[in-house]
């Protein structure tokens, strides 16, 4: 099981190789997204439809919730921490300040994306 961050997840969904890549090897590892990362990838869509697209390409991770005490911290770092799970993202300096996170960069990333 892992938990990825959004700016993975934007990698994933515009197509950029290396991402693509990452997420084909997992094969079937379960996939978590914080429902924080799905709203913030729902506030940057630009209309209905692509807010529908979103949400069918959504469709097969799980959406998991911050808890109580991670409400008070830095919400989806805190999630990993509560999950005991590390975080895949490239955000780290993000996420510094939060004890007991693991931070684990997914992929090779080019300073060109699409």
Known sequence: MILVDTDVLIDFLRGY?????WFESLGDTP????????LEL?????????ADRLLQLLTPYRIVWPG?????????????VGLGLPLHTFNVRHFRAIPGLQ????????KQRP
Do not use: F, H, K, M
Request: aromatic share 2%; net charge negative; with cysteine.
């Open 17 to 21: 190789p290396e991402a693509v890549i």
């Open 31 to 38: 996939i978590l997204l914080c429902g924080l990362s799905a």
């Open 42 to 50: 729902l506030d940057g869509c630009r209309n209905r439809q692509e």
């Open 68 to 80: 109580s005490r991670d409400s008070d911290r830095v919400l989806i770092g805190e999630t990993a």
């Open 103 to 110: 931070v684990a960069q997914p992929y090779p990333r080019s």
